[in-house]
């Protein structure tokens, strides 16, 4: 794997509450977020933050309504990015009763479809909970749709359940496109592998296109993310002082007893690794709850409020906001071809 050489430089600019105005720019997009969870998708899509030295730029977004079935992930989403989320169970609620919206966007749930998961892909209630984008497509007919999944749903039953997905999808007049996109190869500092649904409605002529990689061959790693930290161990980076007992399990399948290498991308942040975090790359104990947020690309002033084992739950299950970012500038440059 290559990687290039970074300096580290401490980001010093003052903490503050993460507020980004999508509806200020002059020609703003509606959003509907279902799924939001703690905010990952939704802030790549608003943009006006920044990560480590690197200052994202606000796009023409502006998300009217987002929803969540957890109320403490809605909790962290509403501290950090605004009060438009909602807890709501999306199963349960009759799509006439949201607002909507030129652009729906969503990470369906993954647990069903991971490979570390119990993989009953569709055959549970929550492998199907992608129904209720079709259900408000087919009500408000938004003229994009992002969703978001784990790369293992590509080889569920040998293709046949992503191809269900895609048919559902597709049978309320819309097409669509599947990205696979490796985050490292848009500046994640982390190897994670996520699909992207890019739907556009069939009266409306083109397609997004696939954002082209920025750092393929020139990897960021994990010690250029968080090689700043190892000396801070109280909370004036907020949420560093949480992390998890140094020990290595005796038993089990060694998921959340890997030690990412220097001067490459760390391993996958994983929302099911409870206290069994990954190992810090040089120190004897493992990644706290802001290392973790670090490697998905939150920035530091993004502030999780719960206990360590939540946070990184939170952390693990989102989409990482940079990368979330450049798929949303393909879909913002669409966007503003079609209007």
Same mark, same amino acid.
């Given at each position: 794997m290559n990687t290039c050489k970074h300096v580290i430089n401490q980001d010093t600019t003052p903490l503050r509450k993460t507020v980004v105005?999508?509806? %200020?720019?002059?020609?703003?997009? %509606?959003?509907?977020s279902f799924f939001a969870g703690c905010g990952g998708l939704d802030l790549g899509f608003l943009g006006g933050f920044s990560f480590k030295n690197e200052r994202l730029r606000a796009l023409p977004f502006d998300i009217v309504a987002a929803y969540d079935? $957890?109320?403490?992930?809605?909790?962290t989403y509403r501290l950090n990015i605004g009060h438009h989320a909602e807890v709501k169970d999306l199963a349960q609620t009759c799509s006439t009763s949201m607002p909507e919206a030129d =652009?729906?966007? @969503?990470?369906?749930p993954c647990q069903d479809f991971s490979s570390c998961g119990p993989k009953r892909g569709l055959d549970s209630e929550r492998g199907r909970l992608y129904e209720t984008l079709v259900n408000?497509?087919?009500?408000?007919k938004p003229k994009v749709v992002v969703a978001e999944n784990v790369p293992h749903l590509a080889r569920m039953g040998g293709g046949a359940v992503i191809d269900t997905i895609i048919k559902d999808l597709q049978a309320v007049d819309?097409?669509?496109?599947?990205?696979?996109?490796?985050? /490292?190869?848009?500046?994640? /500092?982390? %190897?994670? *592998?996520? =699909?992207?649904?890019?739907?556009v409605r069939n009266d409306i002529d083109g397609q997004p296109a696939k954002p082209s990689p920025t750092h393929t061959g020139c990897y960021r790693s994990i010690d250029w993310a968080i090689g700043d930290l190892e000396t801070v161990n109280d909370d004036s980076v907020p949420n560093q002082?949480?992390?998890f007992k140094a020990s290595k399990a005796k038993n089990g399948n060694g998921q959340g007893d890997e030690t990412s290498k220097a001067g490459q991308p760390s391993y996958t942040i994983r929302a099911n690794a409870k206290s069994r975090v990954q190992f810090h790359y040089k120190l004897p104990r493992r990644l706290t709850v802001r290392e973790c947020a670090r490697l998905q690309?939150? /920035?530091? $002033?993004? %502030?999780?409020?719960?206990?360590? *084992?939540?946070?990184?739950?939170?952390? @693990? $299950?989102?989409? /990482?906001? =940079? =990368?979330a970012h450049h798929v949303a500038k393909s879909i913002a440059a669409f966007m503003e071809k079609i209007t």
């Open positions: 105005p999508g509806k %200020s720019l002059k020609k703003s997009n %509606s959003v509907v079935f $957890n109320d403490r992930c809605v909790e =652009l729906l966007i @969503g990470g369906f408000y497509m087919r009500t408000h819309y097409r669509f496109e599947v990205w696979s996109l490796f985050a /490292p190869d848009y500046g994640v /500092p982390q %190897s994670r *592998t996520r =699909l992207f649904f890019i739907g002082s949480q992390y690309t939150f /920035p530091d $002033n993004f %502030s999780f409020p719960f206990s360590a *084992t939540t946070n990184v739950m939170q952390i @693990g $299950n989102a989409v /990482p906001p =940079l =990368l």
